[in-house]
């Protein structure tokens, strides 16, 4: 721990640290941030981010719903928590439909 601890700089409201990379990675970041105008570092930030966005507090609270719903043990499990997810959305909204496809996939909609 002491040999990270001893590694991690604060700097400008970042946090720096050393990062080993295989030589055919930095060359495709390097390649790539030359070629969308940016610092190799603003390079690995902005693809960091692709995966790691950041969410809106909103969403969420969509994703723990969704989480919640597709965590049931049963089709009558989901279907109960389906509607109990309805039910909490309509409050903000009484357009809401939530709705689970046979493949399994859990949809949030808003009706016209």
Same mark, same amino acid.
């Given at each position: 721990?002491?040999?990270?601890?001893?590694?991690?700089?604060?700097?400008?409201?970042?946090?720096?640290?050393?990062?080993?990379?295989?030589?055919?990675?930095? /060359?495709?970041?390097?390649?790539?941030?030359?070629?969308?105008?940016?610092?190799?570092?603003?390079?690995?930030?902005?693809?960091?981010?692709?995966?790691?966005?950041?969410?809106?507090?909103?969403?969420?609270?969509?994703?723990?719903?969704?989480?919640?719903?597709?965590?049931?043990?049963?089709?009558?499990?989901?279907? /109960?928590?389906?509607?109990?997810?309805?039910?909490?959305?309509?409050?903000?909204?009484?357009?809401?439909?939530?709705?689970?496809?046979?493949?399994?996939?859990?949809?949030? /909609?808003?009706?016209?």
């Amino acid at each position: 721990m002491e040999q990270i601890q001893s590694q991690v700089q604060q700097g400008r409201g970042a946090i720096q640290f050393q990062l080993r990379l295989p030589d055919d990675l930095k /060359t495709r970041i390097e390649d790539a941030a030359r070629d969308n105008g940016r610092s190799i570092n603003s390079e690995i930030v902005a693809s960091l981010l692709r995966v790691f966005p950041v969410m809106a507090p909103e969403a969420k609270g969509a994703v723990n719903l969704l989480e919640y719903i597709k965590a049931a043990d049963d089709d009558l499990e989901q279907s /109960t928590r389906i509607a109990e997810a309805e039910a909490l959305l309509k409050v903000a909204s009484p357009r809401v439909h939530v709705s689970a496809a046979p493949d399994g996939s859990i949809s949030i /909609t808003l009706r016209p």
